[in-house]
T-cell receptor, first 117, second 113 residues
């Protein structure tokens, strides 16, 4: 079945460590997104990528890094520079057509809950 | 640094009544809007979308209204059921732009049996 998969579901990190969250999609979508969600709050955009080997900062990119070496994969690294990394992280992908018109809504993975211990 | 966001507003509705969830968007260039439903601990699920060349779109038990003049979007749920209890988000993006998809703050819907 086509879809978007995030792993792991739960992740624990010691202070000062970098961790990488995985996001894989087999929907053949060009655009992929990472969002952060804190308890009782909305989704804030961290990074997004329109195409392989290209990505842009979102609204809260500080302390995070991404790569887009393959169309299917958009891993997010939470670095030690991120002062408050404990949150729920959501990855999404979206299909855009000619003329940069969205062909579909954004499809979401089930999220990774990161906790700093 | 990161700003601390507001906690979600809550809408409490009696089972069987209609619900109206509102969303204000900020980018006047946004022209594609999506409503999502998020249950606790899960990723958002698509409900309905609307493009800026429309004022209204209907789905099964849901209707989205778009007022571009005041940059306002609403989601109407008919005959609200306990299974509708969740957090609802609107999202906006701009056709022909950089494919950035931005979400609103969200509203928590509580259905009272």
């Amino acid at each position: 079945d086509g879809g978007i998969t995030q792993s792991p579901k739960y992740l624990f990190r010691k202070e000062g460590q970098n961790v990488t969250l995985s996001c894989e999609q087999n929907l053949n979508h060009d655009a992929m997104y990472w969002y952060r969600q804190d308890p009782g709050q909305g989704l804030r955009l961290i990074y997004y990528s329109q195409i392989v080997n290209d990505f842009q900062k979102g609204d809260i990119a500080e302390g995070y890094s991404v790569s887009r070496e393959k169309k299917e994969s958009f891993p997010l690294t939470v670095t030690s520079a991120q002062k408050n990394p404990t949150a729920f992280y959501l990855c999404a992908s979206m299909l855009w057509g000619a003329g940069r018109q969205p062909n579909t809504e954004a499809f979401f993975g089930q999220g990774t809950r990161l906790t700093v211990v | 640094g990161e700003s601390v966001g507001l906690h979600l507003p809550t809408l409490s509705v009696q089972e069987g009544d209609n619900s109206i969830i509102n969303c204000a968007y900020s980018n006047s260039a946004s022209d594609y809007f999506i409503w999502y439903k998020q249950e606790s601990g899960k990723g958002p699920q698509f409900i309905i979308d609307i493009r800026s060349n429309m004022d209204k779109r209907q789905g099964q038990r849901v209707t989205v209204l778009l007022n571009k003049t005041v940059k306002h979007l609403s989601l109407q749920i008919a005959a609200t059921q306990p299974g509708d209890s969740a957090v609802y988000f609107c999202a906006e993006t701009e056709e022909g732009g950089y494919q950035k998809v931005t979400f609103g703050t969200g509203t928590k819907l509580q259905v009272i049996p």
